[in-house]
Every structure is written in structure tokens, then in C-alpha cells.
């Protein structure tokens, strides 16, 4: 069925979400990465949404998005553009160092958009479509389609959601048929579960996982590797006990402990033998480990473990109830950090405090830097007005990211240029005056999925700028999701008043990129923190970082 020679490792989730199995499935990656093994990653979400584009943030997390725009032909006729994925792929890109293709996220919309589709359009014809064969058919031909693009040694692929949710078990059959077809020594399941401590009798507990690895079986799947998420290293005896009870050996049941940064996990793997576990199970030959490799990393988890210094940065935004729905950014302010020998404090601040009370805004005035946040529609939007006020008024670093920076702009017009009421056609469709405003090509969208300007495009980079001082070239490539954009025309005006324009989209020449004269306050339309890694950060944050750090500096 798949002609390549591709190995596959599954990685599903026990007793609850939120255990981090993408963390663990990049760790993963990484020890095949020092063996010198290629590995590329799936996420498999079992939402009914086509991709993540449409959902909450605060629901969801972050919307992570690829420097490819995909062109996902559900059927003959049918085809949609995707380029938003689960922000799980934010982790491999920074573990694994490689960019993921919008392709490798598959969900239960796309799967069941095509079988549908496809009935409609007649390929079906005189069958009854059912979960099994159909549904479980299209999982498999997504899953061996992605390990046929690039061909790697072993492709990840990341289950989402919970053993015994209703929308997992199509994908978990489409697995135990998956081991049949391609034989049990080219496939292997790793099981992500809870081990709680419960403080009443000090002790961890097994059962949680020994009831989820018991579902498992009852659906025709033995785990081969389980990895305990806890508090602490797990003891011996614990170990054991789980080995005994779900029918593992001892040495692959793994410790997962809470840990101060996750760039520390893959050595933790190491230190228990996991990657020459994962070997022998895929009967792929024992590979010496690139010292290189294994060195460098080691040196980067040091920097994150040994900060010199902090610098403490506020994220003003409208989605601050959860962390995850900023994780790609607040990675990029710890990788920054980590490289200059610091540890980045982000400070999520909800903007409607701001609304509600002008007085909070004394809060900034105890950070060294603010990030204006991206976000959509108009909750909280007054606020992070006020923020970048704040900012303009005492010249403190601000980097505003897509809405921030639009936000950015709108701030400047009314405190600078004195227009009174000026906003984003998006937050307030009869403003006087619309400095931010909708894309022209955006004019005739009515489809909310897919539909925005995405994905990696080129941007130019005007010499003499804080950007050019950050990114040292004049042309590079950063990756866009957004509808509105700031207006030429105010941008003009604005320019007349000690606001530079230092970028231009390559493509359409809208503005990507401002900046204010005299302090370094910048904004950007694009998403640096998606390209950003934690051995090469992202030019600009590094550049924002330093600047915060001087800042910190000087206030003593």
C-alpha cells in the first residue's frame, strides 16, 4: 500500500488533554534528528472544522500558520486553501528546525468534507458510505500521502484529543488497519497519559493510565511505549507497576517530569533510553549520536536554564485568559532572551482592565517592553489603543505584531496627527477616518475559511530602518494572515510627523512594516514569531529583547 520505506510512530493521549503529546512527539523527533534519521510530523484534530482558521483562540489556542498555502482538493470541483494548522506545528517547526507543510494537519472536517464531496460528485456510486470503510480509508490515504511528500526516515503522527472521545476512534481504526496492512515492525504506538500525585497520601497513581491503556485495547491496539506525564521523575516502582499492569516492558515506560523549559525533554528521553527503545522496535540499525548535534542542543536548553538577567515584556491583548493562544510569540521572546543570556518574563495583560479603569495602565510603567498583540474584531480594542499611547508618550519599546501594529497606527493618527475618532474599518465601520482599512481583494469575500492573505510572501525592507538594523538584509521572507491593512494615504500624512514606513509587502506593495522616529517602536503586518526557533531567533524579536533589556537598564 505505501511503496516507501517510511517507519511511522503514532502518539495518542490518555485520561485528559493539555499533556502536551506535541511536545512529546517533537522530542521524539529530535533523538531520531541526533541519530541523523530525516522525520517529518503529522497532527491529526478530530474537530469538524476544515482547519483551525475560524476558532476562538481562547477555545483552541493559537492558529499557527505555514509559509505554504496548500490547495486541498477535497474533491474533482472542490477545492480550498489552507495555510492555518494547529499550533502543534509550531512546536515541530521549533524542535525539528524544519518548515511543516499545511498539508501534514489532518482534520475530521477535511476527511469528511471528501468522502461527502466525493459521493456527490458520483465515485460512490451504488455503495452506502459508512465510517468503515470509507471515512477510515481517506484517514489512511491522508496519512500515507504525507509520508510520501518528503519520504522520511519516520513520520510523527500526533493524535489529537483524548482515548475514548467519540471523534478519535475513527482515527484510532484507521491505525489498528494501518498495522495490519503495513506489519507491526514499521509501526509503533506511543501512549501519552496523567500519572497524578496526589498530596492527600504522597503518592502517584497508575490508575488513570491503566484504565486508559485498557481502552486502548479494547480497540484493538496495544501501546508499546508509555510516557508518564507527572510532577516528578517517576520511581522504579512505579514504573514497574505500570509496565505490569498494561503489558509493557519496564524500559519503555518514560518519565515525563514538569520541567523549567520543554527544549529539555528530548535529553530526558535520551538519559532513559528512549531513542535506542524506538530503534530496536522499528528495526532501524543503533546509530551513534551526533555529538554536534547533541552538543548544540545541549548548550540551547543552558541558556534557557542559566539566564544572567530578565527583562519583563507585557502582552496587551484580547485573548489572555489562556496562554496557548500567544505560545508561538511568548517562545519567541524565551528564544530571544535565552540568547542574550536572559529569561523573558511576558506579562498577559487582558485590555479591557484598561477600559475599565485608565488607572491600570500604571502596570506598563513596571515593564522594560511591551508586545502589541494580534487578534481580530473589536472586544478589548480600546485598550490596546491605550497601550500603544502609553508607549508613544514614554518612548518605550513596543513591537505590535498584525492587529498590533495596525493598532499601533490608529494610536499614532489620534495622539500625533490629532485625528479625532480615527479606528479600522474592522472595529468601527463608520469611523471618520478609516486609517486601517480592508484589503481591496478582500472586497468580494464572503467565505470566512481560508480567505485571508496567507502564508510566506516577500517583503522589502527599506535601508535605514530599525527593521533593516534588525533583519540586515533588504529582502526576506515572513509569513501573513491577515484581511485589513494600514492606509497609504494616512500613512502619507503620518509620514509628515516622524512615522517611518520601513517595509512593503513585495507582492502588492501594501505597508508591512512602520516605525516611529526618536525610540524604537515598531510594528509589522507579518508574524515573525512563527519563523522564529529557538537556536535562530526571529531578527526583530531579538531586536525588540535587546532594546527592552537597555530599557530595563536604564530605569535600574
Excluded at 137 to 148: G, N, T, W, Y
Amino acid at each position: 500500500m505505501n511503496e516507501s520505506n517510511t517507519r511511522f510512530i503514532f502518539v495518542t493521549g490518555g485520561v485528559l488533554s493539555g499533556l502536551g503529546k506535541g511536545v512529546v512527539a517533537a522530542s521524539i523527533g529530535k533523538l531520531l534528528q541526533f541519530r541523523g534519521y530525516t522525520v517529518d510530523a503529522v497532527k491529526i484534530d478530530p474537530y469538524l472544522n476544515v482547519d483551525p482558521g475560524t476558532l476562538n483562540p481562547v477555545e483552541h489556542g493559537e492558529v499557527f500558520v505555514c509559509e505554504d498555502v496548500w490547495e486541498f482538493e477535497a474533491a474533482p470541483g472542490y477545492r480550498f486553501r489552507i495555510a492555518e494548522i494547529d499550533q502543534d506545528f509550531g512546536t515541530y517547526e521549533r524542535f525539528l528546525e524544519i518548515n511543516m507543510h499545511p498539508s501534514n494537519n489532518i482534520t475530521s472536517g477535511q476527511i469528511y468534507l471528501s468522502v461527502i464531496l466525493k459521493e456527490r460528485v458520483g465515485e460512490f456510486l451504488g455503495k452506502t458510505i459508512q465510517v468503515i470503510p470509507h471515512i477510515t480509508d481517506e484517514i489512511k490515504r491522508r496519512i500515507l500521502r504525507a509520508s510520501q511528500r518528503l519520504g522520511p526516515d519516520i513520520l510523527l503522527v500526533e493524535i489529537g484529543g483524548t482515548v475514548g472521545d467519540i471523534e478519535v476512534m475513527p482515527f484510532l481504526e484507521a491505525l489498528r488497519q494501518l498495522i495490519l496492512e503495513l506489519g507491526k515492525e514499521r509501526i509503533i504506538l506511543v501512549h501519552v497519559t496523567l500519572i497524578p500525585f496526589l498530596e492527600t497520601v504522597g503518592q502517584l497513581k497508575t490508575k488513570p493510565t491503566q484504565h486508559s491503556v485498557k481502552l486502548l485495547q479494547s480497540m484493538g491496539l496495544q501501546p508499546d511505549i508509555i510516557i508518564g506525564r507527572s510532577k516528578v521523575e517517576l520511581p522504579d516502582d512505579v514504573k514497574e507497576k505500570i509496565s505490569l499492569f498494561c503489558n509493557v516492558p519496564g524500559r519503555a515506560v518514560i518519565s515525563d517530569p514538569d520541567l523549567e523549559t520543554p527544549y529539555e525533554l528530548p535529553m530526558i528521553f535520551e538519559r532513559q533510553g528512549l531513542g535506542d527503545l524506538i530503534c530496536d522496535l522499528l528495526r532501524l540499525p543503533r546509530r551513534r549520536l551526533d555529538d554536534r548535534r547533541v552538543s548544540e542542543w545541549s548548550e540551547l536548553v543552558r541558556r534557557f536554564k542559566e539566564p544572567a538577567d530578565c527583562v519583563r515584556i507585557a502582552m496587551p491583548g484580547k485573548y489572555c485568559m489562556i496562554s496557548d493562544s500567544y505560545i508561538s510569540i511568548i517562545e519567541a521572546l524565551r528564544a530571544s532572551a535565552a540568547y542574550l543570556g536572559l529569561r523573558a518574563e511576558p506579562i498577559l495583560i487582558e485590555t479591557e482592565e484598561f477600559e475599565r479603569d485608565p488607572g491600570n495602565l500604571k502596570i506598563l510603567d513596571n515593564v522594560d517592553g511591551i508586545l502589541l498583540t494580534p487578534g481580530f474584531g473589536a472586544r478589548g480594542v480600546e485598550g490596546m489603543i491605550m497601550a500603544a499611547e502609553h508607549a508613544i508618550r514614554k518612548r518605550m519599546p513596543l513591537l505590535g505584531i498584525c492587529f498590533g501594529a495596525q493598532l499601533l497606527f490608529v494610536a499614532f493618527s489620534r495622539l500625533v496627527l490629532g485625528l479625532r475618532g480615527a479606528n479600522s474599518t474592522e472595529v468601527d465601520p463608520n469611523t471618520p477616518h478609516p486609517v486601517v482599512d480592508l484589503l481591496s481583494e478582500q472586497r468580494e469575500v464572503n467565505l470566512k475559511g481560508g480567505t485571508m492573505k496567507l502564508g510566506g510572501r516577500p517583503v522589502r525592507i527599506i535601508r535605514g530602518t530599525k527593521l533593516h538594523e534588525a533583519y540586515r538584509s533588504e529582502r526576506v521572507i515572513e509569513r501573513f494572515r491577515h484581511r485589513y491593512h494600514i492606509s497609504p494615504r494616512y500613512a502619507e500624512l503620518a509620514a509628515e510627523k516622524g512615522l517611518v514606513i520601513s517595509a512593503y509587502d513585495e507582492l502588492d506593495e501594501t505597508i508591512c512594516g512602520i516605525e516611529l522616529e526618536g525610540s524604537w517602536i515598531v510594528g509589522v503586518q507579518f508574524h515573525p514569531e512563527f519563523k522564529s526557533r529557538p537556536r535562530t531567533p526571529s531578527p526583530i524579536f531579538l531586536e525588540f529583547v535587546r532594546k527592552s533589556y537597555e530599557n530595563r537598564k536604564k530605569r535600574g
